[in-house]
């Protein structure tokens, strides 16, 4: 069974840090692709940032480009986002989530973790 | 980027009773690559519908997706209680991916 578990959230003041982690199981990590997800409170899903299976290819949104910095480590089927100089506006309950597959048509999220919170404070 | 604009807002619906969900584009998505999620309280989004008509693993028949190019449609053909809930469209057809704000099905 696919598990996606996230860890790492927390209040921080503007300004601050943090490190999110996502340890995977259940399935061949180091086959997939695998991305960030968040949701502000009472608003939509927005995709933050993603990175492919062998951490060549890597994307971010505009809103955390310069900010954010995605990573994985194959070896402990983990994923992680680093975020620096974070913003009231990156408060959000942030996702892992595994892509389908490796074809244009399987570019969509098949499983999802429960999400890690982080809130910033001004 | 491809903006969706997902209505209504909200649906007010009775057990047994059919919903009819529509996500627009604010340009034509690629290949129709259009997926649908569903999200409880509290709970990770569950993947539904991608391709904007193949049901997703284990989704039951119910459910279905509809359209092409900007207009897409879920449809769910009898509410079950488990139902009620939000729902997301993504299209992953340009870079970025993007969401719709959602529609939350209520119970009436």
């Known amino acids: 069974e696919v598990e996606l578990v996230e860890s790492g959230g927390g209040l921080v003041q503007s300004g601050r840090s943090l490190r999110l982690s996502c340890a995977a199981s259940?399935?061949?990590?180091?086959?997939?692709?695998m991305h960030w997800v968040r949701q502000a409170p009472g608003k939509g899903l927005e995709w933050v940032s993603g990175?492919?299976?062998?951490?060549?290819?890597?994307g971010y949104a505009d809103s955390v480009k310069g900010r954010f910095t995605i990573s994985r480590d194959n070896a402990k089927n983990s994923l992680y986002l680093q975020m620096n100089s974070l913003r009231v506006e990156d408060t959000a309950l942030y996702y892992c989530?595994?892509?389908?597959?490796?074809?244009?048509?399987?570019?969509?999220?098949?499983?999802w973790g429960q999400g890690t919170l982080v809130t910033v404070s001004s | 980027e491809i903006v969706l604009t997902q209505s209504p807002g909200t649906l007010s619906l009775s057990p047994g009773e059919r919903a009819t969900l529509s996500c627009r584009a604010s340009?034509?998505?690629?290949?129709?690559?259009l997926a649908w999620y569903q999200q409880k309280p509290g709970q990770a989004p569950r993947l539904l519908i991608y391709?904007?008509?193949s049901r997703a693993t284990g989704i039951p028949d119910r459910f279905s997706g509809s359209g092409s190019g900007t207009d897409f449609t879920l449809t769910i053909s009898r509410l079950e209680p488990e139902d009620f809930a939000v729902y997301h469209c993504q299209q992953y057809g340009s870079s970025p991916r993007t969401f719709g704000q959602g529609t939350k099905v209520e119970i009436k």
């Open positions: 391709g904007a008509s």
């Open positions: 340009q034509s998505v690629y290949s129709n690559y």
């Open positions: 259940g399935f061949t990590f180091d086959d997939y692709s």
């Open positions: 990175i492919s299976w062998n951490s060549v290819s890597i």
């Open positions: 989530a595994k892509r389908r597959g490796t074809a244009a048509a399987e570019n969509f999220f098949d499983y």
